[in-house]
Nanobody, 123 residues
Framework: QVQLVESGGGLVQAGGSLRLSCAASGRTFCMAWFRQAPGKEREFVAAISSSGGSTRYADSVQGRFTISRDNAKNTVYLQMNSLKPEDTATYYC???????????????????WGKGTLVTVSS
């Protein structure tokens, strides 16, 4: 069982930046970030392949967010720039225990989940 621990959330003004981190206790394959705003369903944000060579983003964050990973540290990052109030949510890290094409990643496909970190963007 792999444990995932997120960090880096907080309060930021619109237009600002935050970087989220997710440390895994063991090896993982694809890793991803999801988010859930109050009263809404959890949604996909970004994903990265095991090598880091491929990434995928939700249309709503494309060009503003960047996902990356450091396999030596078993850590995945989400750099969030040009934040908007609508980005306010709890952000969850997730990981797969086997290979999966990035286009298949969704809320139901991930094997491991962190407990989440809250990001609040004020207007």
């Amino acid at each position: 069982q792999v444990q995932l621990v997120e960090s880096g959330g907080g309060l930021v003004q619109a237009g600002g930046s935050l970087r989220l981190s997710c440390a895994a206790s063991g090896r993982t394959f694809c890793m991803a970030w999801f988010r859930q705003a109050p009263g809404k369903e959890r949604e996909f944000v970004a994903a990265i392949s095991s090598s880091g060579g491929s990434t995928r983003y939700a249309d709503s964050v494309q060009g503003r967010f960047t996902i990356s990973r450091d396999n030596a540290k078993n850590t995945v990052y989400l750099q969030m720039n040009s934040l908007k109030p609508e980005d306010t949510a709890t952000y969850y890290c997730a990981a797969d225990r086997a290979f999966r094409p990035l286009y298949t990643i969704n809320v139901k496909s991930m094997d491991y989940w962190g407990k989440g970190t809250l990001v609040t963007v004020s207007s």
